[in-house]
């Protein structure tokens, strides 16, 4: 499905990522876990599409087409959707509004019919519900003024309504206190089913706790340097990353 | 193209000749203006005001005295521009000239409307008193030939503890045959003692010719009045819009004004702001949008000359394509005007490279015991934003207006009428679609 090969990316002139490999295929989740400044955010903006990420060499295939030539609305349309690790405030904007376009966006893209307000406020309200989550979100403008759990709830919501086949969590787990965590992992477990396969960014063990993966990946100096199962991830937890580093040295 | 001296003696010979016109009523502040046009010069460059206003929209054409013209307006005209309920009190000015025969006037006493021709003729004090005292000091020449050429006018009086329920509509339409007209709207408002009221006005047109709109505007706030005062000028992309408001506050007052500037091929927009009572409190808020072959002018001039007077003023811009636009924001605190609080910022978004702000906020302070404080930004669409909602499948173009709209919200959302704001809205995002997919 997701397809990643021999991945080189730069960022203003430095290469970040330096050869990174992956596979993810339907309905596996993938957890990416790595020392700071190892490329993990990198890896995510890359895949969305943000320009300043500039691919360098090697292919990004998803679901058999060239996802490196494609615009990041064209991404979405597609099915693919980042959880930001510092969401944007966006003034003036009306979050229900803002996700009512998005949603739509995507839908008339995929040459389905738009959502009526009305038809709309019912469906962001049942996935309200579903993630315990009060209304006070769609009132505000777009993450303006909101705090980091607040934020990150509301990447959540986005990506509930939106459904992805391929969903990115960067980071969602940095600054997030356990009750905001579990609202978060929850999200995604809702989520999760044979057909949508989830990558999921973490510096820390703890969100896979909550959210289980079946691969975990470490990555390191811009390239995977070892992949395992989830008992991956509580070995690091254990050991820290040097161990996972000499080793690869 | 019309020379300088030409332009001149056109205006000139304008305002000579309605002195000539025998009005019993004529007062001595339209003689006065009638003298002040014959020595005025023709507003330029070497002015401080005028310094970066383009001027040959003004002063390339020699506009001719606007007629009513009423046989080219319907009545489905005027139902169409209003902005707010058919039922609310609207007053419709023609060409500058007032319309009963197309306006909605209460009868209830609640309000005094009438035109200022017919008030003067009548010896209202008030009115005799107080049309051209405001506009009349430090006048351009333009402000000067609105009063020496006084046509009807409206006067409006809200009697002292009124609070009106529902919002008082002016509609300016702008509409007529021959091209390069001048039309010379006068509105004198008066709120007496702790009335209470809103009034909208409605800058529009139906057609399109090339045309000057002169309007002047005297404000008077008597103690403890409140008016809330949200405009929207959405003329023709012909015209050029100048616009001087004049605002007097009494002791405790307050003023709320968002003025819309989207329309109009040019246009100026001054705020003259004093104090006659202290405690008052004034807001003005302004938005302005524009594209190519389009500039806006905002001009403040607020004189805080009395203790413990409030005024907020807050102008945001979007500027596209070739658009222009002037902000120039004075503020004086004079050295009695102790605990003054004034605040003045202006903020700026640039889609293109060809558009082009002056910004000049000024804040002059002679008194020692006060908090002030002025900002200015000029900014592009700021990345991260634009790629959060691409990132939401949602298309750049529609990104950009997303982003724009919320910028200018603040101001927009201040006018607090739905119907105002939803239109100035629509202009808006239609505006930016047609710039955006260019």
């Known amino acids: 499905m997701l397809s990643v090969k021999e991945l080189h990316v730069a960022v203003n002139g430095k290469e970040i990522l330096k050869g990174l490999s992956l596979e993810i295929k339907p309905g596996e989740v993938h957890a990416i876990m790595g020392p700071n400044g190892s490329g993990k955010s990198t890896l995510s903006k890359a895949l969305a599409g943000r320009e300043e990420y500039k691919v360098t060499g090697g292919t990004v295939t998803w679901k058999g087409e060239n996802l490196l030539e494609l615009e990041p609305e064209e991404r979405a349309h597609r099915g693919i959707f980042m959880a930001f690790q510092y969401p944007v405030e966006i003034p003036g904007v009306n979050n229900t509004y803002f996700m009512h376009q998005s949603l739509n966006a995507i839908r008339k893209a995929r040459g389905e019919p738009e959502l009526t307000s009305v038809e709309f406020m019912r469906l962001v309200r049942s996935k309200l519900k579903a993630l315990n989550m009060d209304e006070t979100l769609l009132k505000r403008y777009v993450n303006t003024g909101f705090s980091g759990g607040e934020m990150k709830r509301n990447e959540i919501l986005q990506m509930t309504l939106l459904e992805p086949s391929l969903a990115i969590l960067d980071e969602t787990d940095s600054g997030l206190d356990i009750d905001a965590l579990k609202i978060v992992a929850q999200g995604v477990n809702n989520l999760r089913n044979p057909e949508r396969s989830m990558l999921v960014i973490t510096h820390y063990q703890r969100l896979l706790d909550y959210i289980e993966p079946d691969v975990v990946h470490v990555l390191s100096g811009g390239k995977i340097i070892r992949t395992g199962d989830k008992s991956l991830a509580l070995e690091l937890e254990e050991k820290g990353y040097g161990w996972i580093q000499q080793e690869a040295a | ?438």
């Open chain 2, 1 to 438: 193209m019309n020379s300088a001296p030409n332009v001149l003696q056109h205006y000139r010979r304008l305002a000579a000749d309605q002195s000539g016109v025998a009005h019993d009523w004529l007062s001595r502040r339209q003689l006065h203006a009638v003298m002040q046009v014959q020595e005025l010069p023709l507003p330029d460059r070497r002015s401080e005001s005028w310094r970066y206003t383009p001027l040959p929209p003004l002063l390339e054409q020699l506009f001719q005295p606007a007629e009513p013209e009423e046989e080219l307006l319907y009545a489905d005209d005027v139902a169409q521009l209003r902005l707010t309920d058919a039922g609310n009190p609207c007053i419709v000015l023609l060409n500058g000239f007032f319309m009963p025969g197309f306006s909605t006037l209460p009868d209830d006493g609640s309000v005094q409307i009438q035109p200022l021709r017919t008030a003067l003729a009548g010896g209202d004090k008030t009115v005799l008193a107080r049309v051209g005292e405001l506009s009349g000091e430090q006048a351009h020449l333009f402000a000067a030939l609105n009063m020496a050429m006084l046509g009807e006018g409206v006067y409006v009086r809200i009697p002292a503890g009124a609070v009106l329920a529902s919002p008082l509509e002016i509609l300016h339409i702008s509409v007529s045959f021959e091209s390069e007209r001048l039309a010379q709207p006068r509105l004198l408002l008066v709120l007496e003692e702790g009335a209470q009221a809103t009034v909208v006005e409605h800058y529009a047109h139906v057609g399109d010719t090339l045309r000057l709109n002169n309007v002047v505007t005297e404000i008077f706030l008597e103690a403890g009045a409140q008016l809330h005062h949200p405009r929207l000028q959405n003329e023709s992309l012909r015209t050029r819009h100048l616009n001087s408001l004049y605002l007097r506050q009494a002791a405790d007052s307050r003023y709320r004004g968002v003025t819309l500037a989207l329309g109009g091929a040019w246009s100026r927009s001054e705020f003259h702001v004093g104090f006659s009572g202290a405690g008052a409190d004034c807001g003005l808020d302004g938005f302005y949008l524009s594209g190519d072959r389009q500039s806006h002018g905002m001009h403040l001039d607020v004189i805080h000359n009395l203790p413990g007077c409030v005024s907020r003023s807050r102008f945001k811009g979007i500027l596209h394509g070739q658009g222009k636009a002037v902000f120039d924001g004075n503020i004086e605190v004079r050295p009695d005007a102790q605990k003054t609080d004034a605040r003045l910022s202006n903020d700026n978004l640039l889609l293109s490279r060809d558009a082009e702000i002056a910004t000049k906020p000024r804040l002059e302070i002679y008194a020692d015991d006060v908090q002030c404080s002025h900002g200015t930004t000029v900014g592009q669409i700021d990345e991260e934003m634009l790629f959060y909602l691409r990132s939401r499948g949602i298309p750049h173009a529609q990104a950009v207006n997303m982003i724009c709209s919320g910028f200018a919200d603040e101001i927009i959302g201040a006018c607090g009428l739905e119907t105002l704001e939803n239109q100035a809205r629509e202009l808006l995002s239609r505006q930016l679609v047609q710039a955006l997919s260019a």
